[in-house]
């Protein structure tokens, strides 16, 4: 079993930047890889960014060139960043940090709300 804990989202200006966290711990060691998703009322979740235990990320088309995804790998925990700069409105939403095991069982944080005012 893996737990995701998401942490870091809030309320920003547009234009400014924020970084989100999520500390995943208990099987690591299965992830095979992570991702950020993020919802809003009414809409699908949507993927925002991947990184593959290789280190090759990918992102959303409407968030290229302004967030950046990254992982951090420990012994008993891994933490995956999201930095998000350039923020506008339509980046609001719940954000949900994603773990994918290499048996293919699906992981899910609990969610943390971004809110970008104009």
């Known amino acids: 079993q893996v737990q995701l804990v998401e942490s870091g989202g809030g309320l920003v200006q547009a234009g400014g930047s924020l970084k989100l966290s999520c500390a995943a711990s208990?099987?690591?060691?299965?992830?095979?890889?992570m991702a950020w998703y993020r919802q809003v009322p009414g809409r699908e979740r949507e993927l925002v960014a991947r990184?593959?235990?290789?280190?090759?990320?990918?992102?959303g088309d409407s968030v290229k060139g302004r967030f950046t995804i990254s992982r951090d790998n420990g012994k008993s925990t891994s933490t995956m960043y999201l930095q998000m700069s350039n923020l506008n409105v339509e980046d609001t939403g719940v954000y949900y940090c994603?773990?994918?095991?290499?048996?293919?069982?699906?992981?899910w944080g609990q969610g943390i709300q971004v809110t970008v005012s104009s």
């Open positions: 990184i593959l235990n290789s280190g090759t990320t990918g992102y």
């Open positions: 208990g099987t690591i060691f299965s992830i095979d890889a």
């Open positions: 994603h773990a994918v095991a290499k048996t293919w069982e699906s992981y």
